[in-house]
């Protein structure tokens, strides 16, 4: 049973590395079978489908961030210090889910249905019942969910830059970066 799953873990990896480097249809199931050192028919045993394997792979990769806890401790925080510490949060969050990223990048309008990486979704909807807790107590102004959207937009967008150009756009350190975003949006929406 050990064994089987080590093959199953080795191929999901290589998998992911060659999703990312090369996207979905240009990566062939034979291709990663050769990678990781079995036949095809071992990778089809596994996961039956070349689609099966893409959705276990992303499934298993993505990392989360534990919003709820990190939003409950941060309660008690200025409003600026807890939408700092939630940026860096988010973009350490974009950064361990990089490939995963990269991979929904490579997407075309048409692949889109296919793949739904909900990489910040459920940030999201936390954020943005975290920004309707405060507006409640008078401590901010704003629509939460906009609010929500256009917090991860920003991070979001710092961080593709930074992706794309391969760190070359700016001199500016990707993480003082998003501090700034941080305080920024934290001033515009404070009361």
């Not at 889910?97 to 990048?105: F, H, V």
């Amino acid at each position: 049973m050990a064994k089987k799953e080590e093959t199953r873990k080795r191929i999901m990896k290589i998998a992911l590395n060659l999703f990312s480097e090369q996207g979905y249809y240009s990566t062939t199931t034979k291709e990663i079978a050769k990678q990781a050192g079995i036949n095809e028919i071992t990778l089809f045993r596994h996961f039956g489908t070349k689609e099966n394997l893409f959705q276990e792979t992303t499934d298993q990769y993505v990392k989360a961030i534990d919003i709820k806890n990190e939003i409950s401790r941060l309660k008690k925080q200025d409003f600026e210090e807890s939408i700092i510490e939630i940026a860096r949060d988010y973009l350490e969050f974009c950064f361990q889910n990089e490939k995963l990223y990269k991979i929904q990048m490579r997407l075309t309008d048409d692949e889109r249905d296919f793949v739904k990486l909900k990489l910040s979704r459920g940030f999201a909807y936390e954020l943005c019942d975290y920004f309707k807790m405060l507006k409640d107590k008078g401590d901010i102004k704003g629509e939460p969910e906009t609010m929500a959207v256009t917090f991860i937009d920003s991070i979001l967008g710092a961080f593709t830059i930074y992706v794309l150009s391969a760190n070359t756009f700016t001199d500016i350190d990707i993480h003082d970066l998003v501090d700034e975003h941080a305080k920024q949006f934290a001033n515009y929406y404070r009361i």
